[in-house]
């Protein structure tokens, strides 16, 4: 599968460059948080860079880098560049090299993570890829309508190498996801959206053997304020993580209360302001 993946990307990428459509992104956040395990309210802010270039040749191929790296706390100099990645695209056909999540986390995946701090105070997410974004790998997807197939490898990794192929379709306002992974993990994944808002369920099990179980809502209970509740269920937490979130747009930032179990039986929460540039 691996030499299959390889010879898609260079395939799609054999063609003459047009100039580069360069941009600058990222975001920042501000607030506090509680901690229940040490019963601590702590001051949390940091600032995220995003670099993105992108080529589209004479003849419709599309080629796009991205770098970046994030500052929190005093912003000591620790901080490195992350999460780089190319992505080479062309009539339906795509291919991501470097730090990609995979194909099943990608396609399958029913996730919420909510908070101020880039969604850190409380999260559910019925993740059991054995792909991460933070690996160098590769992922091929192929869409055509409302269905997206995709199959990925990590590419010389110390743990060794590993495979899995997801499968998304959706068809009005139901989307639905496969995946599954060398290692026998897999995950499952639906999504209803509705005029209010939209319902995520999610279950996976890993490689071990532990079932994880999500559920998702979210409700738009103003014109600019949205209610998210989320659960999940883990066999490897000792106890479920619940989560209620208040967010309100505010015109260019975004105000956050959050209040949730962690999964260890420890209270979480926090508030404040993030935006994005």
């Known amino acids: 599968m691996k030499k ?42 940091a600032v995220r860079l995003t670099f993105t270039a992108n080529v589209e040749t004479d003849n ?11 500052v929190t706390g005093a912003g000591d100099g620790t901080e490195t560049f992350e ?23 990608t396609l399958a995946r029913a996730a919420a993570f909510y908070g101020f701090d880039d969604g850190d105070v409380i999260a ?31 590419i010389g990794m110390a743990g060794g190498d590993e495979q899995d192929i997801g499968v998304k379709y959706s068809s009005g ?21 509705f005029g209010q808002g939209s ?10 053997g532990n079932m994880e179980l999500t559920g998702i809502l979210s409700y738009n209970i103003g014109s600019a304020t949205t209610l998210g509740v989320l659960i999940d269920d883990k066999d490897t937490n000792t106890d479920t993580i619940y989560g209620l979130d208040v967010s309100h747009d505010m015109g260019g ?11 260890a039986g420890d209270v979480v929460a926090g508030f404040g302001v993030f935006f994005g540039f």
Do not use: C, P
């Open 4 to 45: 299959v993946l390889l010879a898609s990307a260079a395939l799609v990428a054999s063609a003459g460059f047009a100039a580069a459509d360069a941009t600058v992104g990222g975001y920042g956040f501000a607030g506090i948080k509680y901690d229940g395990a040490t019963d601590d309210v702590t001051v949390a802010h």
């Open 60 to 70: 419709g191929v599309s080629l796009t880098a991205f770098t970046r790296t994030t």
């Open 83 to 105: 999460r780089q990645r190319v992505d080479i695209a062309a009539a339906g056909l795509s291919a991501r090299v470097g730090s990609t999540h995979g194909a099943a986390k």
């Open 124 to 154: 559910a997410d019925n993740n059991t890829s054995v792909i991460n974004d933070s690996g160098n790998n590769v992922l091929v997807q192929y869409t055509t309508g409302s269905f997206t197939v995709g199959v990925a490898s990590t």
């Open 173 to 193: 306002n139901i989307t639905v996801g496969a995946g599954y992974a060398t290692d026998e993990s897999w995950m499952l994944a639906l999504a209803y959206n």
């Open 199 to 208: 319902v995520k369920v999610g279950a996976g099990e890993d490689a071990a």
């Open 253 to 263: 930032a975004t105000l956050s209360g959050t209040v949730g179990s962690n999964g």
